[in-house]
Nanobody
Framework: QVQLVESGGDLVQPGGSLRLSCLAS????????MGWYRQALGKQRELVAS???????TYAYSVKGRFTISQDNAKTTVYLQMTSLKDEDTAVYYC???????????WGQGTQVTVSL
């Protein structure tokens, strides 16, 4: 059974940088894409960035030019490099993986990112 384990969440000042990691343990199953979502307090969960097995990234408009998603060669770990962080980036960040089989997707437990002075 695939499990997604996030790490890297922290408190950071505005303008700072942070890197999140997500490890797919227990094998990759038939995962064909991985990504990051975030959910701020009182708001809906939203897609931040995703990357396919082939390496094609997709970004939310609000993070384009500031965040970079990448993966390791084994495609078991996906990273989210966040720069020029803003207060509005504060949220719980969740790792997500899309799977051809059942279940159709996996979720991590979330990691808190807080941007504040």
């Amino acid at each position: 059974q695939v499990q997604l384990v996030e790490s890297g969440g922290d408190l950071v000042q505005p303008g700072g940088s942070l890197r999140l990691s997500c490890l797919a343990s227990g094998g990759r199953g038939r995962i064909y894409a991985m990504g990051w979502y975030r959910q701020a307090l009182g708001k809906q969960r939203e897609l931040v960035a995703s990357i396919t097995n082939g390496g094609t990234p997709t970004y939310a408009y609000s993070v384009k030019g500031r965040f970079t998603i990448s993966q390791d060669n084994a495609k078991t770990t996906v990273y989210l490099q966040m720069t020029s962080l803003k207060d509005e980036d504060t949220a719980v960040y969740y790792c997500n993986a899309l799977n051809f089989g059942t279940p159709s997707e996996y979720w991590g437990q979330g990691t808190q990112v807080t941007v504040s002075l």
